[in-house]
């Protein structure tokens, strides 16, 4: 699947990529407004990731591009701004979502699999790896057909680690995506090893495989060995 | 300061003052010519009847009964005139003189007189010619009268007068007035100032007209810098953060860089907590988030405690709320959720595991209390930066936020500490 980024700052764009290749993903790069149009024009992608502030241009200018030409990649807008009309604007303008700079790469990956997904299997609202399958719509989780009860948090968790496959989670990074933009309001984010620890004995007791891994003194990670 | 009066009413009062001083200095001299043209005139009027009289006197043969019956009748006629007998033969100087008398109504007349003597038929006679002579003091009336109804009249015209170049002239000093009573900054648009021919309003129009635009620059400047200050922190932010994602992902890491690595995390947060808070504080005094709406109270409560729940559950923190229902609320929204996070963040923060925070909320008022073992300093609770706690995650800015909103809406921020609690109100 390709990924456009387009961001003018060279270090935050490279660590994107970075981040984000993989056996999955391949990333490109435009740094200013004239090669970002350049590349929407002549290329297709599956998703978008959009700065605002851009030299030579606005990059809500290049949003209402896109829909003029009836392209259906899904837009992130990235912007430093983290303003509320921007980001009013360009929902409405047909970005599919916002996110504000600072931001973890890890909430990032998490949002682009969720819009490729939604844009991409429309009807196919089913994750399955390996005996677990989730579903989407309905938001149930299941392991050989036996329904796991979770709670929300435990539910957006799930979905995080699997958008995050085989990387290190910070703590700071899991409390950010349950708390959105507030947590750094406190400094204390034990709250999110109870989670784990309940989303982990929850997949222990179904049979599944403990994928959830502790990486000592960061976070953790979901890793489900080199053979899958 | 006294009391104030308009501009144009000062010169008025001092000409209305000027008038009267000077209308009343004129009466008496008005009284003094007036009396001593009238005096001059019957003196001569009299010395005319005494001239015809005695030449009227001479021409006739007349005998001393023919003079007596003569006066007596004339007398009849014309009082004031009487011819009498003198004794002795020396003829006495003319004179004039001034007496009053009674009438038979008992009214005091001033009469002029003008005393002669006549020699005929070898007899000497006084001749009297008196004249009743207006007295000073009806004078003094007819004219004050006059007087004070010019007066009147005077100062009517005046203030006529005044209005009339009050609306003319001052018009466009009056309507830059307006305009800059109605000139607010944040809508960024200049005023509109009607051109003048009077050169001071000119001039007046002109420097105001300058000095607005270049207030205007200096706000579309400052809020120009704003934005500018907010991204170029928040970038390298952003990449201290990806860095540090990239970074724990290499393999073989010691437990003691994964230990550095995450206590960055930390002070990375406060960081970028302490420059949106800044932005957000910048933003509320420059007039930013104008925008209004009805807001349900209860429904963005609601909302905090959700998004809290975490922390709340966290520190095994009691917390009770009573929300009234319908309890709506013209604000911003994003100022209004700010408000609250802000106040509810604050709370869980600073009260001690296991304790208990207590929110209630009303039509008029916000109220949040939370436990706490001894009470802040008040005067500098709600400035920038104060130190008030140890918390390492604390922006210094959280309640600057809370008082720079309740001030935008005029609302009354308050705080108490008593029996163990710390409270915090916002007056609607």
């Known amino acids: 699947m390709k990924i456009l980024i387009v961001e003018d700052e060279a270090d935050l764009a490279k660590d994107m990529v970075k981040y984000l290749s993989n056996e999955q993903y391949r990333c490109e790069w435009a740094a200013d407004f004239r090669s ?103 938001k149930t989780v299941s392991v050989n057909d ?71 003194g960061t976070g953790y990670k979901w890793e489900l060995g080199a053979n899958y | 300061m006294g009391t104030r009066s308009k501009l144009l009413n000062r010169p008025l009062k001092a000409f209305a003052l000027y008038s009267l001083l000077l209308l009343g200095i004129s009466i008496p001299a008005y009284v003094l010519v007036i009396d001593t043209i009238w005096v001059s005139e019957l003196d001569e009027n009299n010395l005319l009847r005494l001239e015809h009289s005695k030449q009227n006197l001479s021409r006739k043969e007349l005998s001393r009964a023919d003079i007596e019956q003569f006066n007596r009748v004339w007398g009849q006629l014309e009082p004031g005139f009487s011819i009498q007998e ?51 003091d009806e004078t003094f009336l007819a004219v004050s009268f006059v007087t004070a109804f010019f007066f009147l009249i005077l100062i009517l015209g005046f203030i006529l007068l005044n209005r009339n170049i009050a609306r003319r002239s001052w018009k466009p000093f009056y309507q830059t007035l307006a305009s800059l009573k109605s000139f607010d900054l944040a809508k960024n648009q200049g005023i509109s100032v009607e051109s003048s021919t009077i050169q001071e309003f000119h001039e007046l129009n002109e420097s105001l007209q300058s000095l607005v635009e270049s207030n205007l620059a200096a706000f579309r400047l400052q809020k120009a810098f ?12 952003a990449l201290i953060k990806s860095k540090l994602d990239l970074l724990v992902q290499e393999k073989e890491l010691s437990p003691e860089i994964n230990e550095l ?55 095994s923190l009691l917390v009770s709320y009573d929300g009234e229902e319908g309890a709506f609320l013209r604000a911003n929204s994003f100022l209004l959720e700010t408000l609250l996070h802000n106040l509810l963040s604050n709370a869980i923060r600073h009260t001690p595991s296991g304790g208990e925070i207590h929110i209630s909320c009303t039509k008029q ?64």
């Open chain 1, 36 to 138: 970002a149009m350049d590349k929407i024009s002549t290329h297709e992608y599956d998703c978008i990731l959009l700065d605002i502030m851009l030299p030579g241009g606005d990059g809500l200018t290049l949003l209402e591009e896109l829909k003029k030409q009836n392209k259906q990649e899904g837009v992130i807008i990235i912007s430093a701004k983290n303003s509320l009309d921007d980001k009013i604007k360009g929902l409405k303008l047909g970005a599919d979502d916002y996110l504000a700079k600072p931001f973890h790469l890890a909430e990032l990956a998490a949002r682009i699999e969720s819009i490729i997904r939604r844009k991409q299997f429309d009807s196919y609202t089913l994750i399955q790896q390996n005996g677990l399958s989730i579903d989407l719509a309905a």
């Open chain 2, 226 to 237: 704003t934005e500018n200050a907010s991204h170029e922190l928040q970038t390298p932010i």
């Open chain 2, 86 to 136: 003198v004794q002795g033969n020396g003829l006495g100087q003319d004179s004039i003189y001034e007496v009053e008398k009674l009438d038979p109504e008992e009214e005091i007349h001033r009469m002029r007189g003008l005393l002669s003597y006549i020699t005929i038929d070898g007899q000497a006679y006084q001749i009297r010619i008196e004249t009743n002579l207006e007295e000073t």
């Open chain 1, 146 to 216: 036996t329904q796991l009860s979770l709670t929300k948090k435990e539910y957006e968790l799930l979905l995080f680690f699997i958008g995050n496959k085989n990387r290190v989670l910070s703590k700071s990074a899991l409390a950010e995506h349950l708390s959105g933009d507030y947590a750094d309001m406190f400094d204390n984010h034990d709250f999110v090893y109870a989670h784990v620890k309940n989303l982990k004995k929850k997949l222990k007791e179904s049979g599944y495989m403990d994928a959830i891994k502790t990486i000592y």
């Open chain 2, 261 to 315: 690595i995450s206590s960055i995390q930390a002070p990375l947060s406060r960081l970028n907590r302490i420059n949106k808070n800044l932005l957000v504080l910048a933003k509320v005094e420059n007039q930013h988030y104008q925008e209004q709406e009805e807001l349900d109270i209860k429904k963005y409560m609601d909302a905090s405690l959700v998004l809290f729940e975490d922390y709340i559950s966290d520190k």
């Open chain 2, 365 to 428: 008022s916000l109220h949040f209390s939370n436990s706490g073992s001894s009470a802040l300093q008040k005067e500098h609770l709600f400035e920038r930066f104060s130190i008030h706690t140890t918390d390492k995650v604390n922006s210094g800015l959280g309640l600057a936020i809370i008082h720079e909103i309740a001030n935008k809406y005029a609302w009354k921020l308050s705080y108490q500490f008593g029996e163990g609690f710390h409270h915090f109100t916002v007056t609607f």
